[in-house]
């Protein structure tokens, strides 16, 4: 589910935004969207972005112990 929520910035940040948005054929929105998200996993902080403690398995399955066998 996407948040909504007011962002301010300076004009000429602005302005440079939507010209990079206007090349990538994206909305202004959606650029802004893409460099957040792109900064979040250059950080190792995107939500969506697996963590090196998760091995593959399917972590909605039940282990051999949990369904008693």
């Given at each position: 589910m ?68």
């Open positions: 996407k948040k909504s929520f007011a962002l301010r910035v300076e004009s000429d940040v602005y302005d440079a935004i939507e010209r990079w948005a206007a090349d990538e054929f994206r909305s202004t929105n959606g650029q802004i969207e893409w460099i957040l998200s792109e900064a979040l996993k250059k950080a190792k902080r995107h939500p969506k972005q697996k963590t090196g403690a998760d091995d593959g398995k399917d972590a909605g399955a039940p282990t051999k112990t949990e369904n008693g066998q």
